[in-house]
């Protein structure tokens, strides 16, 4: 086979990816069909293009979208043809899935995790049978060879759906990481025309913002490629040709936490440091492993304190110390939310001395309880640790939200509308129309034609989180959360998220095209202080809500519903139709008793419905079947 292999490399310019081209060639000759997964840009098309080159395959490409339905994946009616020929095969137009699958030739996907779930569940037939149906034409055979080889976005990215089981399980998955620095200067070289030096240079450049704490996302090979072909052309040859080149290639390809002038910032700060002339300006001093002061309000942080100061029975500082140390370096997230209750700064200082890695998968699998590690000690680490956590956190919160939001179905249903091309249409509609018009079928237009469409159940909504002073970790974990759901139930939608304590705040406009890690950022954030003033909070909710474009906007509110300023908040919810009343536990139970009272009170008015939850890790569930019922 390494002759095979040494073959498919020399034809297609692939550099290194032995063993992923050997898995893909195998999986492919026992009829497997393969999922690969990886960041963007590590070559995963260039492969499955390879692999269908040599097995001699016809190669049909799909790129995931939400707009891709069942009928354009697998084919569609054209309505004039049917009309004027009936259901015959001529009338019939395939999708690529069935050319492919007809063709014994590859279906790949890319991004096949943004495809809808009824498109993705199209595929099982011809997976599992390997055959297709089709409605009023029957059963579509594939041919042998027929492969699908499908590409996988991160789960905690915005916009994607999660596969069902059924689907995984008919899928051998191929995992692709960066490639080693060395096969990464050979791509460029090889890719950009590049001279050996410039390729290094470029390379060096682009992974150094892959490990930079100011990035979320660093840039890909072919952000090096780029890089290194522009470098050429400039004859760059100094640091501020480098600065100039990189400023045209990065900002627009990373995702920092900031805006895009702090993402220019951070490629020039990167560029000087890898050609060694230090960032401009002061240099930071060594950093302590206590990094800043907690802000007012801070439910989490108390002021600072001295080595040892604080201590109690429950043990000494050197002794929480000790026990951090062993619990990060294991992954402990749980045990150092425990020994931050005794010494948040012994935790801290473990933290920053063994750094993060060895807590990353123990935040993903966990997010409630890292949001409130990342609460309890955020003030006391490095700043740049201190991004890098808060990065980990969102990313865990994000991938949580989805989970969450895959857990329901139905979300979606049939809409009669204006017909495109690959649509499904109302045939029986279509042909009322026309006979109203007096049109004759050779005269048919798509105009005449009545399409039918999927639609999400609810596009409008308007959220509103109690951000009072009795919000701690594990409700900012479910505020959060809350956040990350209706974003994913919501995509294409609009929907307002919105925080109150003694005054209401807007954490995301309904318009507002915000980044959803941002919004979880910023939730994360939050300094719960303050009064509780119910009744302004469901006024900002209307004034917010009446600037959605759609009308079937839904109001959720999520409170223990102990209001002490404002005044009775119940006049105010009689206006807010519909509202949806969430109602979470108080610590007392004759202060819950009172909330939920007052929560069953202000859903009455409004005509619309209450829940009361036992525990607070219940609520973005609750919001889910809320957003979708």
Not at 106 to 118: G, W
Not at 147 to 154: D, K, R, S
Not at 472 to 481: D, F, Q, T
Not at 556 to 584: K, S
Request: aromatic share 4%; glycine share 10%; net charge neutral.
């Amino acid at each position: 086979m390494e002759s095979e292999l040494d073959e498919i490399r020399g034809r297609h310019g692939i550099v290194g990816r032995e063993r992923e081209l050997r898995l893909i060639l195998m999986a492919a000759r026992v009829g497997r069909h393969v999922l690969l997964e990886g960041p963007v840009g590590v070559g995963k098309t260039l492969l499955a293009r390879a692999v269908a080159d040599h097995l001699g395959r016809e190669f049909v490409r799909v790129d995931g979208d939400e707009r891709i339905t069942e009928s354009k994946l697998i084919g569609y009616w054209d309505p004039p043809s049917v009309l004027k020929m009936g259901y015959v095969r001529e009338a019939f137009v395939e999708g690529p899935l069935t050319r492919a699958a007809l063709a014994g030739g590859v279906l790949f996907i890319n991004e096949l995790n943004r495809l809808p779930e009824s498109a993705q569940n199209a595929l099982l037939p011809v997976m599992d049978e390997g055959i297709i149906h089709v409605p009023h034409l029957g059963i579509l055979r594939a041919r042998e060879g027929f492969l699908i080889i499908a590409t996988q976005n991160p789960e905690e990215s915005v916009g994607v759906t999660r596969l069902s089981e059924a689907l995984r399980d008919r899928f051998v998955l191929v995992r692709l990481e960066y490639q080693s620095e060395e096969e990464e200067v050979e791509i460029v070289r090889l890719r950009a025309s590049a001279s050996e030096e410039v390729a290094e240079t470029a390379v060096k450049i682009v992974r150094a913002t892959r490990e930079d704490p100011s990035i979320r996302r660093g840039g890909s090979v072919r952000s090096a490629i780029d890089l290194a072909a522009l470098a050429e052309e400039m004859g760059v040859s100094g640091v501020e040709g480098w600065v100039e080149a990189a400023l045209m290639v990065l900002p627009q390809r990373i995702e920092v936490f900031g805006s895009q002038e702090e993402a220019r910032s951070v490629v020039e700060r990167i560029v000087r440091r890898v050609l060694g002339e230090g960032e401009r300006g002061n240099t930071p001093a060594a950093s302590r492993w206590r990094g800043g002061t907690p802000r007012d309000g801070d439910d989490e942080g108390e002021g600072e304190r001295e080595e040892g100061e604080g201590e109690s029975d429950k043990g000494t500082y050197s002794d929480v110390l000790r026990r951090a140390r062993r619990a990060a370096a294991v992954g402990g997230v749980r045990e150092l939310v425990e020994l931050a209750e005794v010494n948040r700064y012994a935790v801290a200082r473990a933290i920053s001395e063994g750094g993060l890695g060895d807590l990353a998968a123990s935040i993903q699998r966990d997010p409630p309880a890292a949001v409130r590690l990342y609460r309890q000690v955020r003030w006391y680490v490095r700043e740049d640790l201190r991004r890098v956590f808060r990065s980990l956190v969102t990313k865990a919160i994000v991938r949580g939200g989805f989970l969450i939001a895959s857990r329901v179905r139905g979300r979606s249903l049939t809409v009669r509308g204006s017909y495109e091309p690959g649509m499904d249409f109302d045939g029986d509609e279509t042909i009322q129309k026309m006979l109203e018009s007096g049109k004759l079928p050779e005269h048919l237009t798509y105009d005449d034609v009545v399409g039918l469409d999927r639609a999400e159940r609810s596009r409008s909504a308007v959220i509103i989180l109690d951000a009072s002073g009795s919000m701690g970790g594990l409700k900012i974990a479910s505020a959060a959360l809350t956040a990350a759901v209706a974003s994913h139930l919501m995509r294409g939608g609009e929907y307002a998220v919105l925080g109150f304590n003694s005054h209401p705040f807007v954490l995301k406009g309904g318009s507002e095209r915000r980044d959803l890690r941002e919004l979880i950022s910023g939730i994360l954030d939050l300094a719960p202080v303050g009064y509780t003033n119910l009744r302004s909070a469901l006024s900002t909710a209307l004034s917010e809500g009446r600037k959605l474009s759609r009308r079937d906007r839904r109001f959720i509110l999520i409170t223990d519903g102990l209001y002490n300023v404002g005044g009775d908040p119940r006049l105010e919810a009689a206006r807010l139709r519909g509202l949806f009343v969430i109602h979470v536990p108080d610590s007392s139970p004759r202060g819950s008793r009172l909330g939920e009272r007052i929560c069953m009170d202000l859903s009455k008015v409004a005509g619309g419905s209450f829940l009361r939850l036992d525990r607070l890790q219940d609520v973005p569930l609750a919001v889910a079947r809320a957003l979708s019922g």
